[in-house]
């Protein structure tokens, strides 16, 4: 009977591939799955690295059965299921000391708002408009997006906006208030833009034109130019990065509105700022350039589960109101109107977005800002005192470096990689002492990589220039 809640103990808390039972249950990896996964990562005979994928959940997966007929008297599913839960908790410990490659800020302290736990929180329709659902969080939904039209510069009374489910959510309806905006736009984005942007170009089935990247990962506007003036009879709707996935490039707005100004396209076009990460950073960099409605963009989104620290994922999306009314459409069975991607939405989240910003403050972000990049340069510096190349963009805290030969090394510290360069991004979660950390198993397996005299680490020139690269060519 014991087994009947799942097999899914596999791998947790563990960092290898070994399966782990508790209470009776659980079973081996998909030892097909498992080969999948072993054969990628190599160069394959046209040079290119594949790309890796995870292991196949379904090996590991927490399955859901029918209670025994006695389950209310004898407890035993419920001691079963907590001993589960207990044993997921520890991996989700251990696997929170191994997290550096994605940007998520796993330092916060929500324990007040335990007791909000109990309720069914549903910010449907249009956060303005209160519908009939009453169970709802529009009050602190609309002050965090108060908040966050003061840091972008736009009064009150023009802009509109909502606490999205995630950040992709954001591009989706920055993207789509373009194309409502300018239906026959064409959308331009650099090479280095989130997938989602091009999942929105497909998703909306609009031309997307692909434009080239500098080395730091930022547009190429020289290449923007001759793109526009192959298209200068349609509108363009931009997307600007203000940090790239991958580099932390943050694409250097002022140049994209010159280059479209110049190239003719004065009143036609329609910016959106992806700012997934780096959108609520850069305001509290020295020396960074403003991202603000003062300057003729539409709209701008950030994720509130990245630098902000928020424990489910969820964004803010702010865009001009003149632009909405193409979007909206009033709903009698929500007694509001709706303008959002989704339907229901998380009303949770706008409450923990609300009371981190309360505790934090413009003071407290800024000092974690400059906390961020001090470690992102502590990092790139031993990386490269270690012999490593690497590279940090000036804006940004995701350092960039050769990706790890040993896969097992890869997931161990969750990394996230591309082609021959994985990165660190370095939020207020991690300290010097995780970064020792990191970096001394990293030069220790790596002497291990190397030790044949035949294998030798990646040339990543072509990703981050020739001065970062520590390649035996470069070095």
Known sequence: MVGSVGNGLVDLGAAGAGAVTVNGFGKAPNPEAAAVVEGKGEETGNGRREIVMGRNVHTSCFAVKEPDADDEETGEREATMASVLALYRRSLVERTKHHLGYPYNLDFDYGALAQLQHFSINNLGDPFIESNYGVHSRQFEVGVLDWFARL??????????????CGTEGNLHGILVGREVFPDGILYASRESHYSVFKAARMYRMECVKVDTLISGEIDCADFQRKLLQNRDKPAIINV?????????????????????????????????????????????KKAPKVTFKKPIGSVSVSGHKFVGCPMPCGVQITRLEHINALSRNVEYLASRDATIMGSRNGHAPIFLWYTLNRKGYRGFQKEVQKCLRNAHYLKDRLKEAGIGAMLNELSSTVVFERPKDEEFVRRWQLACE????????????TIDKLDYFLNELVEKRATWYQDGISHPPCIARDVGMDNCLCGLHK
Not at 152 to 164: A, D, M, N, P, R
Not at 253 to 268: C, H, N, P, Q
Not at 419 to 430: C, D, Q, T, Y
């Open 152 to 165: 972008w510069e736009l009064e009150k009374e023009e802009y509109w906006g909502y606490i999205t489910n």
């Open 241 to 285: 990065n203000i940090g790239t996935t991958v580099k932390g490039a943050v694409d250097d707005l002022d140049s994209v509105i010159k280059t479209l100004e110049e190239s003719g396209f004065e009143d036609r076009f329609y910016i959106h700022c992806d700012g997934a990460l780096f959108g609520l950073m850069i305001p509290f960099v």
């Open 419 to 430: 082609g021959n360069i994985a990165h660190v991004v370095v939020m207020p979660s991690v």
